[in-house]
């Protein structure tokens, strides 16, 4: 059975966690920076909160980080938003992206929140 150990993981997942400066909120999923941060953007919030590693559903399902609830993110055009991109702005580097669990109506000017933390997860290897 293949197997990597947590600390392979959590190395990924502190990259994130170095490296995620801004979240977006996008149309569809984004495939570049260009695309996360202003062809697709519909709202975005600065420096968001990443929680430290962690177990996610228990041994050998992997590894998470969790993006932290806010209120303060700006939705900045009207449209429907269906994806998360998170960025960082130093190194132009889409760094993760990945669909939100329901589709949200977004109206520019409006502030855009997170009500529940976001979980980041990679997997433990599987054999196939």
């Known amino acids: 059975m293949a197997f ?6 959590d190395a990924g997942l502190q990259y994130l966690r170095d490296k995620v ?3 977006h909120i996008t149309s569809a999923e ?5 695309e996360a941060t202003s062809t697709l953007t519909l709202a975005n ?3 968001p909160a990443l929680s430290a590693q962690a177990d996610y559903g228990g041994a050998g ?4 980080v969790e993006v932290a609830t806010f209120t303060d993110g700006t939705v900045t055009a009207t449209g429907t938003g269906s994806h998360y991109a998170l960025v ?3 190194g132009l580097e889409l760094v993760a992206t ?7 109506a977004l109206t520019n000017g409006n502030p ?6 976001l979980p980041l997860v990679l997997n433990d290897a599987v054999a196939i």
């Open 45 to 47: 919030k600065a420096a």
């Open 4 to 9: 990597f150990a947590d600390t392979i993981l």
């Open 112 to 117: 855009l929140s997170l009500t529940q933390a």
């Open 61 to 64: 399902a992997g590894r998470k």
């Open 30 to 34: 984004a495939t570049t920076y260009t």
């Open 98 to 104: 990945g669909a939100l669990s329901a589709t949200q």
């Open 88 to 90: 960082d702005t130093v």
């Open 21 to 23: 400066n801004e979240m």
